[in-house]
């Protein structure tokens, strides 16, 4: 399996940015599909997942209501829109995936892209 992401970069705070992160390697509709980060100094932590179907969505508490996860199953594709972004949500962002079709934050991930930096200047 391999997991490529794109869209990150430079964004004033208050700003949008959306992440795409394409998939290969299996059936991608079947597995949920997660987005973490790592801030410097900070440890990797949980964003936001998605079941197989699209139908399951689960967020960190601080990105509620600022970050949406979607997936096209037909382009093996997740993004990760981000709105409002704030300083704190500066960090290198990566895409995950297990062997389970619904994922949350503590569900183990066997494969992760190589990540893109988001930069958020206050």
């Known amino acids: 399996v391999q997991l490529v992401e794109s869209g990150g970069g430079l964004v004033q705070a208050g700003g949008s940015l959306r992440l795409s992160c394409a998939a290969s390697?299996?059936?991608?509709?079947?597995?949920?599909m997660s987005w973490f980060r790592r801030a410097p100094g900070k440890e990797r932590e949980f964003v936001a997942s998605?079941?197989?179907?699209?139908?399951?969505?689960y967020y960190t508490d601080s990105v509620k209501g600022r970050f949406t996860i979607s997936r096209d199953n037909a382009k093996n594709t997740v993004y990760l829109q981000m709105n409002s972004l704030k300083p704190e949500d500066t960090a290198v962002y990566y895409c995950a995936t297990g062997v389970s079709s619904v994922a949350v934050a503590t569900t183990p991930m066997s494969f992760w892209g190589q990540g893109t930096q988001v930069t958020v200047s206050s």
């Open positions: 390697g299996r059936t991608f509709s079947i597995y949920a």
């Open positions: 998605i079941s197989g179907s699209g139908i399951s969505t």
